[in-house]
């Protein structure tokens, strides 16, 4: 009575950890009385293990569309279909294979990405929505022999985040409706039961006439088994529609009204279950497993089409920011290809394509949309204009989900037949890090990429602001780039009789700035320098001084022990040494470099720490950074997570929770010979062999416990083996060969012997409950 008892205790408590139900279930019953069911129910546990016994090395579950089927049961299930070995991979590859004029080829497929969390307007390097779109003749999907397309069009369109509310959608729906035959359906149970879910989703009321004399009509093909048929018989396919349809339409496939004989939709598709798993298609008739399992499973789960929306509130998106006025060429002759640029940026940083107009003499000529980009990223296309005429480029972007932003300013092009305009410097871009280093402080460092720029600079000759136009990549123009990212300011100044461009402020630091490509300092201005792909690195450098120096720092090493020397070496921008550098390692450490350039370092405290340096004279240096690792660390359990089992359940706790028996692992650095685990200050286990680690399995009621672990490492005997090779060089010089095997037994003899050096300790707190340790 009394294990009762505790056992009862013990799952009261897991479910209390977990956030679970308060209500406990004891078995799986074969009975309809559950549903809907859970993804932890047994039929459905069960049901996804056959799946996962189906799947191919390369992904594939029973085909590309039953593979598709799949994925959206997994993501019903509350599974990521990215943790099914390549399944993701499988139906990315196998896109190509849609058929190009077949829409519920395309339908399909996008209900599966969206359910894989894929981006339905860039998977496999296709917009699936244009592509669906695509198939509208202006009143319906696809072919007008087949209502499935126009279905399952709704419902992949409203899966991929179009709202219900689209003229496509509206149109389609009143096309579906109006093909309603007079007995309620359109055919057969499986073409109504598709109606129904998307009627439904594009906004059709569940108690509308049309949608009850659908209900009524599947009913008219119920049997008495629960099932409903479909070619002549009551099978797992059509029973698995009109369940989601009932689903779908706000009724209760388990209730009164969907009971025949005694029996229910769900109790028919239970009893169809086999031992595996796997669901047949009809009383002992098995057909596609794999498929009729899918089916099965959505239904019971009490989902319906679509199962996920990759994002259908377009209140919740913003359109795209106006994008700024396209780059390039002013002038160019017909027959030649010019590149023009532009970027822009997405409230909601979605990603965004663009298209540009070329403006055929005012009648507008589009381009194709570009692929899906980041927010903020350059875009460039050509054109070749076989018409001499004055043209207007514009652009525009379009958001991952369907928005698009006003068109842009235009530029004017004028396209002539003359040859001289072949000498038109064509823009190009260029990518690379910029670091910017102010008096104080690194102002921004990252990468930009940069084509032409348009530069505010104040006139000295006028004293006005004026606008500059930039037509390729400069080095003023990647510091315009870096601050429009970084958020920073900065002041130019032009000088019309240099035609030359100042940097006078960064971030407001004035009047002393130097920049350097790949540490050399350039003769020309800042805005005459032309970026191309054999510049890597741009450094402007706050200095006081007509003199510009740099330093570059190296670290040995990138990652020691607490207490192991590392080397810190420091040079100018021409690869000179460089002596009396100040050099800081995190925010408390400084140390001073040698004649050498040199400064030999050792921490003791675990971290990571940046490391880089200054002296007067000179930019600041780039950072590095090294992390000091102790010998020693537990690694399981983690820290505020919950173990059952010995396995991890939850993160993000308040303690760290234990229930049952737990391995204690450790990670340690090479040199670790030995490793005790001490519960509660006593010594528990020692163990000298890799991996070091411990099953912690005692009775315990709640009770807090102090887990350390403690490593030994032998000392450093490098000294000792100076000395024996010194002494076997003597023996040599001698010929007495037979002495030096006496020295290396010798030496060998006090390696094996002498005792280890504790190294490092580490600790945990955790919270303990086993009442049964012997059953584990």
């Not at 896109?95 to 077949?102: E, Y």
């Not at 020397?565 to 040494?577: A, K, L, P, R, Y």
């Amino acid at each position: 009575m009394q294990k009762k008892s505790e056992i009862i205790l013990t799952i009261l408590i897991i479910m209390l950890l977990l956030n679970l139900p308060s209500t406990y279930k004891i078995a799986s019953a074969n009975s309809s009385n559950n549903y809907p069911y859970q993804p932890d129910d047994t039929e459905i546990i069960n049901a996804l293990e056959f799946l996962r016994n189906q799947q191919s090395e390369d992904g594939n579950i029973g085909g590309l569309s039953v593979s598709a089927w799949v994925a959206m049961v997994l993501a019903a299930a509350d599974e990521d279909p990215h943790d099914w070995g390549n399944l993701v991979n499988y139906l990315e590859e196998k896109s190509t294979l849609l058929d190009p004029d077949k829409a519920t080829d395309w339908e399909r497929q996008t209900l599966a990405l969206v359910a894989c969390n894929e981006n339905p307007r860039d998977f496999a390097g296709m917009d699936f929505v244009e592509k669906i779109q695509s198939f509208y003749d202006g009143t319906q999907i696809g072919s007008t022999a087949n209502l499935y397309d126009d279905y399952f069009g709704i419902l992949a369109l409203i899966s991929a985040g179009i709202d219900k509310n689209d003229s496509i959608i509206q149109n389609v729906k009143s096309y579906i409706i109006s093909k309603q035959d007079s007995n309620g359906g359109w055919g057969d149970v499986d073409s109504t039961s598709a109606a129904i879910m998307a009627l439904v989703s594009a906004g059709e009321n569940s108690d509308s006439a049309v949608i009850n004399n659908a209900l009524s009509f599947l009913k008219t093909f119920q049997t008495n088994d629960g099932g409903f048929q479909s070619w002549g018989k009551t099978n797992t396919a059509s029973t698995s529609w009109a369940v989601m349809a009932i689903t779908a339409s706000n009724g209760n496939p388990v209730g009164d009204e969907w009971k025949k004989n005694g029996n229910t939709p769900i109790s028919y598709l239970l009893n169809l279950q086999q031992k595996d798993g796997s669901f047949n298609w009809a009383v002992n008739q098995s057909m596609n497993p794999e498929w009729m399992t899918s089916y099965a499973l959505i239904a019971l789960l009490g989902k319906c089409f679509p199962v996920k929306v990759y994002k259908s509130n377009v209140d919740e998106n913003n359109p795209p920011n106006t994008p700024d006025r396209p780059s390039g060429p002013s002038l160019g002759n017909i027959g030649v290809s010019y590149t023009f640029y532009t970027y822009g940026t997405d409230p909601d940083d979605d990603k965004i394509q663009y298209r540009f107009d070329w403006d055929a003499n005012g009648n507008h000529e589009y381009s194709d949309w570009t692929i899906l980009k980041d927010s903020g990223s350059l875009c460039s296309l050509s054109h070749i204009w076989d018409t001499i005429g004055i043209y207007a480029v514009k652009v525009q972007i379009r958001d991952e989900h369907g928005l698009i932003s006003p068109w842009s300013n235009g530029l004017v092009i004028h396209i002539t037949n003359d040859e001289e305009n072949n000498n038109e410097i064509e823009t190009g871009y260029w990518s690379g890090l910029i670091r910017i280093e102010g008096k104080n402080d690194t102002v921004w460092e990252g990468t930009v990429t940069v084509s032409d720029t348009y530069v505010s600079a104040k006139n000295v000759d006028t004293g006005e602001i004026e606008e500059y136009y930039i037509s390729y990549p400069s080095v003023l123009g990647a510091v315009d780039e870096a601050a429009s990212i970084g958020g920073f300011s900065y002041v130019v100044e032009y000088w019309p009789s240099w035609d030359a461009f100042l940097v006078k402020t960064i971030n407001g630091d004035s009047d002393w700035w130097h920049y350097w490509v790949d540490y050399e300092l350039p003769m020309v201005g800042c805005g005459k320098y032309k970026l191309t792909d054999e510049d890597d690195e741009i450094l402007w450098g706050y200095l006081e001084s007509w003199e510009a120096h740099a330093l570059k720092i190296s670290v040995d090493k990138s990652e020691v022990k607490k207490d192991e020397e590392f080397t810190v070496s420091v040079f100018d921008e021409t690869d000179n040494s460089v002596e009396g550098a100040t050099v800081y390692v995190g925010a408390n450490n400084t140390y001073t470099t040698n004649s050498e350039g040199n400064v030999t370092i050792k921490l003791s405290d675990k971290g990571s720490y940046d490391i880089y340096s200054e002296k007067d004279g000179f930019v600041r240096s780039e950072k590095e950074n090294i992390e000091i690792k102790k010998d020693i660390e537990i690694i399981k359990p983690v820290n505020k997570a919950l173990y059952i089992a010995n396995f991890k359940i939850k993160e993000n706790l308040k303690n760290t929770w234990i229930i049952g028996a737990i391995d204690i692992e450790v990670e340690s650095t090479s040199d670790v010979e030995k490793v005790e685990f001490y519960i509660n200050g006593e010594l528990e286990h020692t163990d000298d062999e890799r991996p070091f680690e411990y099953r912690l399995n005692k009775k315990s009621f709640f009770k807090k416990t102090t887990i350390m672990v403690k490593s030994y490492v032998r000392e450093n005997i490098s000294f000792k083996i100076l000395k024996m090779l010194e002494k076997i060089k003597q023996l040599l010089e001698k010929n007495e060969f037979r002495m030096i095997f006496d020295v290396i037994k010798n030496f060998l003899d006090v390696f094996e012997t002498q005792n280890l050096k504790l190294g490092d300790s580490d600790t945990k707190e955790i919270i303990i409950f086993n009442l049964f340790p012997r059953l584990h």
